[in-house]
């Protein structure tokens, strides 16, 4: 996921490139995070001119607290609470749940099968780390 909420979001009014946090000396010389054009910072002014940044702190509270105000209101947030419980009914965490015991238990005789295989020597050894280590990929 994103480590920052924009992230992802912004491009450069400029060339459209994407834009990445950087931190830059902001006033009396203390760094401050800022949204910078991805294109001006890899290659220069012969691909993008937007030198300048959208500080950070300011653009991001912003964003925050215009969705806030717009569309987390209390009702807004009842109403998605309710839907996110009615769409997890018990019915479908318990059938969820049965198929995860279900794989668990598969996964299980597996592994035990793969023990007694290298227990009693049958097969070659790389034969077996081959097949495990497939398995782990998949």
Not at 66 to 95: G, M
Request: with cysteine.
């Amino acid at each position: 996921m994103f480590r920052h909420l924009l992230s992802g979001f912004l491009g450069c009014g400029i060339c459209g490139g994407n834009m990445f946090v950087c931190p830059r000396a902001g006033k009396r010389g203390k760094a401050q995070l800022y949204y910078v054009c991805t294109t001006h910072h890899k290659r220069g002014n012969t691909r993008c001119t937007n030198h300048h940044g959208v500080p950070y702190a300011e653009i991001t509270q912003a964003v925050v607290d215009h969705f806030s105000k717009r569309f987390l209101t209390p009702d807004v947030l009842r109403q998605f609470l309710e839907e996110e419980r009615a769409s997890r009914a018990p019915e479908a965490i318990a059938a969820e749940r049965e198929t995860l015991s279900a794989d668990l238990r598969r996964l299980d005789a597996e592994i035990q099968r793969l023990v007694e295989a290298v227990t009693s020597g049958a097969g070659s050894v790389t034969t077996l780390v081959d097949t495990m280590k497939a398995k782990q990929r998949a």
